[in-house]
Structure formats: C-alpha cells, structure tokens
C-alpha cells in the first residue's frame, strides 16, 4: 500500500504515556515510510475532562519524539455540526430513541435480573426505554426530561447487513456489533459519543488505515455498522499490542511514572524512548468478537 493517511486521536484528559506514544509512532511511521499523510485530531468532546494544558502537552511530546503531523489539526468539540448531522440521518431510519435512565435506574433495573449480561464495554442496557410506549415517550421529552440518544443495535445490524473489515493482523473479520447492546450516541451534555465521532471524522479526513491498540478491536464492529448505515467508507485497520507494565497490566493515565513527560524529565532521550517500547512487555491479547480468519 502506497500513500496512507494514517491519524493519532487522544483525548487532552492527561499526558500522553508510553503507551499512547507508541501507537502515534506505529501510525506516524507507517504513513511517511508510504509517502502518505500522517493527521493528528484531538478528541475532546468530555469536557468534563479534557484540558488545554494537557493538548499543550500533546503537541509537546509528540514533538520532543521527533513525530510530525500534517496540519489542520481538527478538534472534535469544533465538528458538532457535523455530528448532529449523522444523528439526523440515523433518526430518519428511526434506529435511535431517546432514553431517560440514570446510571441508578440502569443498576438497579440490572440488580433486579436473573442476570447481568457483560459487553465489551461493560454491562449491557437492559433496554428498558426501548419499551417505552410512544404516548410515554412524548410524555417524558414534552416534560423536558434528560435524556441520551441510544442505537437500536440489532435493527441496525440488520439494516447494515453483513460486514466485515480487514485487520493486518487478524485478517478478515465478520463483523458482530450485537455484544454492545443499544449503545449511546448522544447526551444532553455530550452531543456525540466517540464512536460516532471517529467514523465520521475519518471519513472526513479520508483516512485508510486506522492503527491503535488492540484494545479497541471490539469497538471496530460497532463502527463498521456505522459506516455502513451512513454510507461512509471503510478504512483497513490494524490493532497493535498494548504496552504493559513491569506486573503486566496495561498502561493507563495514572502511571504518572511511565508518561513521556515525567521519562523526558528523568533524563530520558526520544532514542531511549524507543528501546523502551522494545523491550516492554506486551498485554496478552484477548478474543473480540466476530470470526476471524485468512
């Protein structure tokens, strides 16, 4: 492959670790050894925890690395237009409803089961808005009530039909985005959720590979069906190892001592950096769901 558009998207919610840096450095790399287009987005719709100082930061350690990127970049709390209008199409195929429940209503409706089903990203709405008559439903948004805009998962699978993406690693991948549960595209306070954000802003971007940590492999089968439903391309994809720590575990944001930041100030080189990344240990990778195969 010749030309690829590659991007790096944190959230500025901390500093960047070893972690973070290697996946930029995967990214970076893969697009200027093919000639093509290395794009730095910063994803910074939780403004609750987002931070300038911390998208200060970004763009210091990525520069202290030696990584550049080519300009614009984008932020994602200055696309909400463009979101809202990905929504709009998803309304008109009526697969999002509005949903009331607060996390206390969601726990105790779960507390309340014979069981707790687990997704990828924890445990699944139970769907209780979802049965929710038409006459509540108006009665609750005519209220003013708060409310979180969920996808109807299965009725959007079916209506995307079967699909499937390509991973470097795993080769092809059937794509199986029922494990989710009906996800949340939206809040009040949050007009988007990341996995809306990231397939329209790559598609905007024309990006045609997406490498980040196989961590998120799960997430790829939700947002192949978004694709799907709006018409968007599909880029490939490669899931990388994660980097861990000495006990194993993989980094997080409060391993203060493993951010690029605290190794530079410890005396650190970007070649030190590097060796680092080579010799860690890796997470061991777990099953995502879907059938893989050549």
């Known amino acids: 492959m010749t030309g690829l558009v590659t991007r790096f ?7 960047l670790h070893l972690g973070h840096a290697y996946s930029a450095d995967i ?3 893969a697009a200027r050894e093919s000639g093509g287009r ?3 987005r910063i994803e910074d719709i939780d403004t609750g925890r987002c931070r300038p100082e911390f998208e200060h930061a970004i763009y210091e350690d990525l520069g202290w690395l030696g990584i550049d990127w080519d300009p614009p970049v984008w932020r994602q709390s200055e696309r909400m237009t463009q979101y809202a ?3 709009y199409r998803l309304r008109q195929m009526d697969l999002l409803y509005p949903c009331f429940c607060t996390r206390k209503d969601i726990q105790a409706e779960i507390a309340g089961a014979d069981h707790a089903p687990q997704g990828p990203e924890g445990l699944i709405y139970p769907g209780t808005c979802e049965r929710l008559d038409d006459a509540e439903r108006a009665r609750r948004l005519a209220a003013g009530l708060p409310y979180a805009l969920r996808l109807r998962t299965d009725a959007a699978a079916r209506r995307a039909g079967p699909l499937f993406f390509e991973d470097d690693a795993a080769g092809r991948v059937t794509v199986d985005a029922t494990p989710f549960g009906d996800v949340v595209l939206a809040r009040k306070d949050t007009p988007t959720s990341y996995h ?8 905007a971007q024309h990006v045609t590979l997406v490498i ?7 997430a790829t089968h939700l947002q192949r069906v978004l694709q799907a439903l709006l ?6 994809y490669r899931h990388h190892a994660l980097i861990a720590d000495e006990a194993g575990r993989r980094l997080a944001k409060r391993d203060r001592a493993k951010t690029i930041a605290a190794l530079r100030e410890a005396g650190h080189s970007p070649d030190d ?4 990344w080579e010799k860690s240990k890796r997470v061991p990778e777990t099953p995502a769901p879907g059938r893989q195969g050549a």
């Open 212 to 218: 980040r940590g196989r961590d998120l492999l799960h």
């Open 85 to 87: 209008a990905a929504l």
């Open 231 to 236: 018409e968007l391309p599909a880029p490939s």
């Open 9 to 15: 998207a944190p959230s500025p919610s901390g500093r």
């Open 273 to 276: 950096i590097r060796r680092m």
């Open 38 to 40: 290395f794009l730095l």
């Open 196 to 203: 809306l954000a990231v397939v329209v802003d790559d598609a």
């Open 27 to 29: 990214a970076w790399r």
